[in-house]
């Protein structure tokens, strides 16, 4: 081996051991376009809730009833109401919603299911004809 030989092992040494795997995050998934007069509810739920953890969950969409600005009640029928399954990294894309107030509803199934809140409220989301709503990562209380 030569001079040029020995110099170049050492810094290829150097180059590797400062080279770090880094586990990128789940990219987002592509955004569908929804059928004519219908949108769609997207986000992700970060963290998984422990209890919820390596079971089957859903996104649902459930109907909120009341006035636009004040408080109201919501149902939720999985049978009735529009739903998704959570991938692996907790995203969802509810697609086909008819537009309408509607509340988020996550978990393996409606009776062991928790709305997403803040201040201990229901949050409300607005889905209109042709848009996606994207609700971002959301968590829910422990």
């Not at 040029?4 to 586990?23: D, E, F, K, N, Y």
């Not at 990294?89 to 697609?95: A, E, L, P, S």
Request: with cysteine; hydrophobic share 40%.
């Amino acid at each position: 081996m030569n001079l040029t030989g020995r110099a170049i092992v050492p810094l290829m040494v150097l180059w590797l051991g400062g080279c770090q795997v880094s586990q990128s995050a789940a990219p987002r998934p592509t955004s569908v376009v929804p059928k004519t007069g219908m949108g769609v509810l997207r986000g992700k739920l970060a963290p998984i809730p422990e209890p919820w953890r390596g079971k089957e969950l859903f996104a649902y969409a459930a109907t909120y009833l009341g006035p636009s600005g004040g408080e109201g009640v919501f149902v939720l029928d999985a049978n009735l109401h529009p739903k998704a399954t959570l991938d692996s990294q907790g995203w969802f894309q509810i697609v086909d919603i008819r537009p309408g107030p509607y509340v988020l509803v996550l978990g393996p199934d409606p009776d062991n299911a928790s709305a997403f809140r803040k201040d201990g409220k229901a949050i409300k989301f607005q889905v209109e004809a042709g848009e996606v709503v994207d609700v971002g990562t959301i968590s829910l209380p422990p």
